[in-house]
């Protein structure tokens, strides 16, 4: 039995009533609901001013990660950090590390732009040298990712979820996680292809690992979320 949610969709529908968007992994449709949070956060700014924070900080803030924190099963949501974008939360993240070059990094070949880019423009000055294990085949990555995690001698181990150019999963992030045997390597997962795609249970690595995440994609909140 087909799911029908046209009636939550209905601004993104009307807009343009002849089109037919059925890119399964791409950008989504906004439902009426994030529209109406979009224009609330507009109306909230006119009517507060310089006095919105209060509501954003103490009320807004805390009520998201709540809702986070309960779709991931996270036991603090007040470990729940925001951002513009998955950029920054990379720079963040790099800035973490230690001071010395170059830094050693085990990723895959498929990650998305966002810490790809960034990654490639440290290695061609040298700032880091990265491993990267090859996705294909799709039904081996996880172990192999796994045993050159157990290698060690990393300060960086970043995956993906779910690979954006194959839709390929990394299995379960528990065993990604507890396969890096260095506690002070950082260790990172790349959620934004799988957060509200994937049922995603972080309680037994929320104090090992980072998960990022989008609104943009499958949780449907649109852009800067």
Same mark, same amino acid.
């Given at each position: 039995?087909?799911?029908?949610? @046209?009636?939550?969709?209905?601004?993104?529908?009307?807009? !343009? #009533?002849?089109? +037919?968007?059925? *890119?399964?992994?791409? &950008?989504? /449709?906004?439902?009426?609901?994030?529209?109406?949070?979009?224009?609330?956060?507009?109306?909230?700014?006119?009517?507060?001013?310089?006095?919105?924070?209060?509501?954003?900080?103490?009320?807004?803030?805390?009520?998201?990660? @709540?809702?986070?924190?309960?779709?991931?099963?996270?036991? !603090? #949501?007040?470990? +729940?950090?925001? *951002?513009?974008?998955? &950029?920054? /939360?990379?720079?963040?993240?790099?800035?973490?590390?230690?001071?010395?070059?170059?830094?050693?990094?085990?990723?895959?070949?498929?990650?998305?732009?966002?810490?790809?880019?960034?990654?490639?423009?440290?290695?061609?000055? @040298?700032?880091?040298?990265?491993?990267?294990?090859?996705?294909? #085949?799709?039904?081996?990555?996880?172990?192999?990712?796994?045993?050159?995690?157990?290698?060690?001698?990393?300060?960086?181990?970043?995956?993906?979820?779910?690979?954006?150019?194959?839709?390929?999963?990394?299995?379960?992030?528990?065993?990604?996680?507890?396969?890096?045997?260095?506690?002070?390597?950082?260790?990172?997962?790349?959620?934004?292809?799988?957060?509200?795609?994937?049922?995603?249970?972080?309680?037994?690595?929320?104090?090992?690992?980072?998960?990022?995440?989008?609104?943009?994609?499958?949780?449907?909140?649109?852009?800067?979320?």
């Amino acid at each position: 039995m087909t799911l029908d949610l @046209r009636r939550y969709f209905t601004e993104f529908r009307t807009a !343009d #009533p002849k089109r +037919i968007h059925l *890119a399964a992994h791409s &950008h989504h /449709f906004w439902p009426d609901a994030a529209c109406a949070g979009h224009r609330r956060a507009l109306a909230d700014a006119a009517r507060l001013a310089d006095n919105k924070w209060e509501l954003i900080f103490a009320t807004l803030i805390p009520r998201v990660q @709540r809702g986070i924190a309960g779709i991931l099963a996270l036991p !603090d #949501p007040a470990t +729940i950090a925001f *951002a513009p974008n998955t &950029h920054d /939360f990379v720079r963040r993240l790099l800035s973490a590390l230690p001071l010395r070059a170059p830094l050693r990094i085990l990723t895959s070949d498929s990650e998305f732009h966002s810490f790809s880019r960034q990654i490639a423009r440290l290695e061609e000055d @040298r700032l880091v040298t990265v491993e990267r294990t090859a996705t294909e #085949p799709f039904a081996s990555f996880p172990e192999r990712f796994a045993s050159a995690a157990r290698c060690g001698g990393h300060d960086l181990v970043f995956v993906s979820q779910v690979s954006f150019n194959s839709a390929a999963t990394s299995g379960a992030l528990d065993g990604v996680v507890a396969a890096v045997p260095a506690g002070e390597t950082l260790v990172v997962v790349d959620g934004y292809h799988g957060f509200m795609a994937l049922p995603t249970a972080l309680a037994a690595t929320a104090g090992r690992a980072f998960y990022l995440a989008g609104g943009y994609k499958y949780a449907m909140a649109g852009e800067g979320v």
